[in-house]
């Protein structure tokens, strides 16, 4: 005697189709969301790195004119600038023209601000007069003043900056002659100019 076949019934049929439909949707959707999202992602890193690499090649033929002359590697001003200026986007930069956090005392060129500084091993938050410049040439000339002529209270100051004849020494001369309070300066350097290869702007 034959076996009967069994028939699913054509509204369970239709159920499964639907639901397949649906889940096909579903999937799509998440996964065009999520390109989306990625896309997104993507083009804002690509942005982002345009915009400091623009900063960078902003700054460039002024650093290489003012620096050879004093004696200073461009490659290391332009690191402190990207550093210090967060590629132009931090508010001294942006509002002041002040890419080195260059401090002052006169009350008619300076603007005081809130900044953070390294004391005693720890971080602090002071208030301090910072520098205002006209324009980011004027920034990088000054900073190119101030370490080959040095302070007003050590005219030797940047003493081993000047003698110094590569970026990594030239680096690590910043720190060791007093210029910054951030133990990690000297590496924040050389990671940015090994990173945008700024040493080819030393030739």
């Given at each position: 005697m034959a076996k009967r076949k069994s028939r699913i019934p054509n509204s369970v049929k239709t159920v499964i189709q639907v639901f397949c439909i649906l889940f096909i949707c579903i999937a799509g959707f998440v996964a065009f969301r999520y390109y989306r999202q990625y896309a997104y992602q993507v083009e804002l890193k690509r942005q982002e790195r345009l915009s400091k690499v623009n900063f960078i090649k902003k700054l460039v033929p002024v650093a290489r004119q003012v620096d050879k002359a004093?004696?200073?590697?461009?490659?290391?001003?332009?690191?402190?600038?990207?550093?210090?200026?967060?590629?132009?986007?931090?508010?001294?930069?942006?509002?002041?023209?002040n890419l080195f956090g260059v401090k002052g005392t006169n009350k008619a060129t300076t603007a005081l601000m809130t900044t953070k500084e390294y004391v005693n091993g720890k971080w602090i938050t002071i208030k301090a007069r910072f520098q205002i410049y006209d324009s980011y040439e004027a920034a990088v000339r000054a900073h190119a003043e101030l370490i080959k002529n040095g302070t007003t209270?050590?005219?030797?100051?940047?003493?081993?900056?000047?003698?110094?004849?590569?970026?990594?020494?030239?680096?690590?001369?910043?720190?060791?002659?007093?210029?910054?309070?951030?133990?990690?300066?000297?590496?924040?350097?050389?990671?940015?100019?090994?990173q945008y290869k700024l040493y080819k702007y030393d030739k």
């Open positions: 004093y004696g200073i590697l461009p490659s290391v001003t332009l690191a402190q600038a990207c550093v210090e200026s967060d590629f132009g986007q931090s508010q001294l930069a942006q509002k002041y023209n209270w050590n005219s030797k100051q940047y003493i081993h900056v000047l003698k110094a004849d590569n970026y990594v020494a030239q680096a690590k001369a910043l720190v060791k002659d007093g210029y910054a309070t951030d133990p990690n300066y000297a590496g924040k350097l050389i990671n940015m100019i090994r």
